[in-house]
């Protein structure tokens, strides 16, 4: 009776904190979803959308020639992979897929897993032994943070883009084998970006490797989309790049790209690699297919760029303080989690879709709207961001 009784009291108090974690004013009863997605379009209980916080950025997913190359691999190989990499579940696009990745991202090779966070969590989980250290950035992406706390090694935290911080630890924590720094390409909340060059000479001052997470810097920055190192004309300086596929090449997945050595090293260690089902083919038919229209249709990349500018100066017209920023994220700061949903909730009466970013994505005081621009937003759509912010402003200070 005993211990049945510390059982009841144990739920008891679980649910009371759960209780605790939901704000009043949401219902947990009634939570909405998605009921159609067209490009940047999408319907909520039958209201249709324009979305301005979606990581699809180039619109890839809806593209005619991605959604024709899945269609064709549902025939070929229906549409699950049926196993893991090392049974049944390493098909022929999952090749491709992998020497495509590595093209682009020019490196020797590349490995391949179901979702960009399990690529981050696998391949630091299995670089990390008793003898490396990890130099991670404040504010990574939780991946990346869950990797290094999860893997053997010892990690250590320099406050957000302190190179001071981090030369500071670099130089004062000796005695491991390996030391790697840690960083996401670009940051995914408030759209700016690690600064490469001066990472990468402190790697080699201190005899450290990079690892950087390109999950919003692949089809976003640099010539073509082509990340990072392309923004800073430095291909091949970085040692592990690692990303998705579901942001801006619009499918699902995730990747390591590295040395050949490296990647031999992965596949054998990685467990996240080894016991997860593969990646379903159609994603690796989409992927492939969005790779192949990167390259032939650059105009996708300068498209998006160009909606991001107007929608940032217009923005900015109102009044609102925003920072320059090479990839489409546009951080709109309120400071309370209560406006920001209001501000959130205005905008879908007037047909805009913007998820606010509160606690606990964002501490209190960076409570947020995160608008992201599209290649496929019409000047139409964009006039409508527009017009709605300036209402919604306006009744805030109100």
Same mark, same amino acid.
């Given at each position: @009776?005993?211990?049945?009784?510390?059982?009841? *009291?144990?739920?008891?108090?679980?649910?009371? $904190?759960?209780?605790?974690?939901?704000?009043?004013?949401?219902?947990? *009863?009634?939570?909405?979803?998605?009921? $159609?997605?067209?490009?940047?379009?999408?319907?909520?209980? +039958?209201? $249709?959308?324009?979305?301005?916080?979606?990581?699809?950025?180039?619109?890839?997913?809806?593209?005619?020639?991605?959604?024709?190359?899945?269609?064709?691999? =549902?025939?070929?190989?229906?549409?699950?992979? +049926?196993?893991?990499?090392?049974?049944?579940?390493? /098909? $022929?696009?999952?090749?491709?897929?992998?020497?495509?990745?590595?093209?682009?991202?020019?490196?020797?090779?590349?490995?391949? &897993?179901?979702?960009?966070?399990?690529?981050?969590?696998?391949?630091?989980?299995?670089?990390?032994?008793?003898?490396?250290?990890?130099?991670?950035?404040?504010?990574?992406?939780?991946?990346?943070?869950?990797?290094?706390?999860?893997?053997?090694?010892?990690?250590?935290?320099?406050?957000?883009?302190?190179?001071?911080?981090?030369?500071?630890?670099?130089?004062?924590?000796?005695?491991?084998?390996? #030391?790697?720094?840690? /960083?996401?390409?670009? &940051?995914?909340?408030?759209?700016?970006?690690?600064?490469?060059?001066?990472?990468?000479?402190?790697?080699?001052?201190?005899?450290?490797?990079?690892?950087?997470?390109?999950?919003?810097?692949?089809?976003?920055?640099?010539?073509?989309?082509?990340?990072?190192?392309?923004? &800073?004309?430095?291909?091949?300086?970085?040692?592990?790049?690692?990303?998705?596929?579901?942001?801006?090449?619009?499918?699902?997945?995730?990747?390591?790209?590295?040395?050949? #050595?490296?990647?031999?090293? =992965?596949?054998?260690?990685?467990?996240?690699?080894?016991?997860?089902?593969?990646?379903?083919?159609?994603?690796?038919?989409?992927?492939?297919?969005?790779? *192949?229209?990167?390259?032939?249709?650059?105009? =996708?990349?300068? +498209? @998006? *760029?160009?909606?991001?500018? &107007?929608?940032?100066?217009?923005?900015?017209?109102?009044?609102?303080? =925003?920072?320059?920023?090479?990839?489409?994220?546009?951080?709109?700061?309120?400071?309370?989690? +209560?406006?920001?949903?209001?501000?959130?909730?205005?905008?879908?009466?007037?047909?805009?879709?913007?998820?606010?970013?509160?606690?606990?994505?964002?501490?209190?005081?960076?409570?947020?709207?995160?608008?992201?621009? @599209?290649?496929?937003? /019409?000047?139409?759509?964009?006039?409508?961001?527009?017009?709605?912010?300036?209402?919604?402003?306006?009744?805030?200070?109100?």
């Amino acid at each position: @009776m005993r211990a049945e009784s510390l059982i009841v *009291r144990g739920f008891g108090l679980c649910s009371k $904190r759960l209780e605790t974690l939901v704000p009043d004013e949401i219902d947990p *009863r009634s939570p909405f979803f998605v009921g $159609r997605r067209q490009g940047p379009y999408l319907e909520i209980s +039958g209201k $249709r959308l324009v979305i301005f916080c979606s990581n699809d950025y180039l619109g890839l997913s809806y593209h005619p020639g991605v959604r024709g190359a899945v269609l064709e691999a =549902l025939e070929a190989f229906g549409a699950g992979s +049926g196993g893991a990499p090392s049974t049944s579940g390493f /098909t $022929r696009l999952h090749h491709e897929l992998s020497e495509a990745t590595a093209e682009f991202k020019h490196r020797e090779s590349a490995l391949i &897993f179901s979702s960009g966070y399990l690529a981050n969590l696998g391949a630091l989980f299995a670089l990390g032994d008793r003898d490396t250290l990890f130099f991670c950035d404040r504010l990574n992406h939780p991946s990346l943070l869950d990797g290094v706390r999860l893997s053997k090694g010892d990690h250590k935290i320099y406050e957000h883009l302190d190179l001071d911080h981090l030369e500071s630890l670099l130089r004062d924590l000796k005695g491991y084998k390996t #030391r790697i720094i840690v /960083t996401d390409s670009v &940051f995914s909340i408030d759209g700016d970006v690690a600064p490469l060059p001066e990472i990468v000479e402190l790697a080699k001052k201190y005899k450290a490797l990079t690892f950087f997470d390109e999950a919003h810097a692949t089809g976003t920055v640099g010539e073509k989309g082509g990340g990072i190192e392309d923004l &800073f004309g430095a291909r091949g300086s970085v040692d592990l790049l690692s990303g998705t596929f579901s942001k801006a090449l619009g499918s699902q997945g995730g990747f390591v790209a590295a040395s050949s #050595r490296t990647i031999a090293y =992965l596949k054998e260690k990685c467990r996240h690699f080894q016991y997860s089902t593969s990646l379903s083919p159609l994603c690796c038919a989409a992927a492939l297919e969005s790779l *192949r229209i990167l390259g032939a249709e650059p105009e =996708l990349v300068t +498209g @998006m *760029r160009s909606n991001f500018d &107007f929608i940032r100066e217009n923005l900015r017209r109102l009044g609102l303080s =925003l920072p320059e920023r090479p990839a489409p994220i546009l951080p709109v700061l309120f400071g309370d989690a +209560g406006k920001t949903r209001k501000a959130a909730k205005e905008l879908y009466l007037r047909g805009i879709f913007i998820a606010p970013l509160t606690p606990p994505s964002v501490p209190e005081a960076g409570s947020r709207l995160r608008i992201t621009a @599209m290649a496929t937003h /019409t000047e139409a759509d964009l006039k409508i961001l527009v017009g709605a912010f300036d209402e919604v402003l306006k009744e805030l200070k109100d």
